[in-house]
């Protein structure tokens, strides 16, 4: 059975850094794109970030670029997010999820996520 | 503002059918056939419902459905169950900039 579970969440004043880990088991971890999304309270959801499955390719959505760095640990089973520069408007749940994309000489598939975490809450408040 | 419209709000009673929509733009809907659609019941992390547009993960029942008409995308549930309420949300790949963009989330009533 797939799992991901977060952790690192918490209160940090604005301006403030947070690192977020997700512990990831039950598949071949090193084989998959991973992301992370988030969902501000009551507000719906946005995608945050990917990395391909050795860390070479990462792509994140405008308004955290230069601030968030997503990074992934293999042997350990484990995904990051560094957040820096915190403000009140990154205050969400953040998940993450694993996405099954590929890209063959037949297309791309798996361009969706299948599977996600619990969440962990991040608050950005003085 | 979400980069994709659905309504905020549907309704059915069980054993009904209901659709939600989820309206985007020729860069997104319209362009690609990567529509997924999520559930998420409150306090719960979203679950995979529909992916590219209208396959279903196993163990998604196939009262699920889902479908594409230019920059529409619609999830109907038919059969509605008390379990179907929860939120829905629509996203769509949207190219290699943006990536991914997601409805505002469509919370659905079993009356």
């Known amino acids: 059975e797939v799992q991901l579970v977060e952790s690192g969440g918490g209160l940090v004043q604005p301006g403030g850094s947070l690192r977020l880990s997700c512990a990831a088991s039950?598949?071949?971890?090193?084989?998959?794109?991973m992301s992370w999304l988030r969902q501000p309270p009551g507000k719906g959801l946005e995608w945050v970030a990917n990395?391909?499955?050795?860390?070479?390719?990462?792509y994140y959505v405008d308004s955290v670029k230069g601030r968030f760095t997503i990074s992934r640990d293999n042997a350990k089973n484990s995904l990051y997010l560094q957040m820096n520069s915190l403000r009140a408007e990154d205050t969400a749940v953040y998940y993450c999820?694993?996405?099954?994309?590929?890209?063959?000489?037949?297309?791309?598939?798996?361009?969706?996520?299948?599977?996600w975490g619990q969440g962990t809450l991040v608050t950005v408040s003085s | 503002q979400s980069a994709l419209t659905q309504p905020r709000s549907v309704s059915g009673s069980p054993g009904q059918s209901v659709t939600i929509s989820c309206t985007g733009t020729s860069s997104d809907v319209g362009a690609y056939n990567y529509v997924s659609w999520y559930q998420q019941h409150p306090g719960k992390a979203p679950k995979l419902m529909i992916y590219?547009?209208?396959k279903r993960p196993s163990g998604v029942p196939d009262r699920f459905s889902g479908s594409k008409s230019g920059n529409t995308a619609s999830l109907t549930i038919s059969g509605l169950q008390a379990e179907d309420e929860a939120d829905y949300y629509c996203a769509s790949y949207a190219g290699s900039y943006i990536h991914w963009v997601f409805g505002g989330g469509t919370k659905l009533t079993v009356l």
């Open positions: 039950g598949f071949t971890f090193s084989n998959y794109w």
């Open positions: 990395i391909k499955q050795d860390g070479s390719e990462k």
């Open positions: 999820a694993r996405l099954p994309f590929s890209d063959t000489s037949s297309g791309w598939s798996g361009v969706h996520f299948d599977s």
């Open positions: 590219d547009v209208s």
